[in-house]
């Protein structure tokens, strides 16, 4: 029941922006916390970015301060990640979900590459 489908994922040089979108579907949306993941060849899947349920409070890896920015409009049951000044090191497949259930879709990957 509970999908996301995660889009705007791309290859783009490094210094670049892109901004990811999910659509999420099969719970309550806007009563939930949720969370962007990536994961990269060879590692661990790793949290990027927290935001509360109301868009109110966010949390977000230290790598990725200053340079990405989670959001969300409760009322398109969608959330974004603008990501600016990227790097070779953000390459990975990026993923949404909510935390407490770790459900997960295909994710959109993210290449940054000159």
């Known amino acids: 029941q509970v999908q996301f489908v995660e889009s705007g994922g791309g290859l783009v040089q490094p210094g670049g922006s892109l901004r990811l979108s999910c659509a999420a579907s099969g719970f309550t949306f806007s009563r939930y916390v949720l969370s962007w993941y990536r994961q990269a060849p060879g590692k661990e899947r790793e949290l990027v970015a927290t935001?509360?349920?109301?868009?109110?409070?966010?949390i977000y890896l230290e790598s990725v301060k200053g340079r990405f920015a989670i959001s969300r409009d409760n009322a398109k049951n969608t959330m974004y990640l603008q990501m600016n000044s990227l790097k070779p090191e953000d390459t990975a497949v990026y993923y949404c979900?909510?935390?407490?259930?770790?459900?997960w879709g295909q994710g959109t990957q993210v290449t940054v590459s000159s």
């Open positions: 979900t909510v935390p407490r259930f770790l459900s």
């Open positions: 935001i509360d349920s109301a868009g109110a409070s966010t």
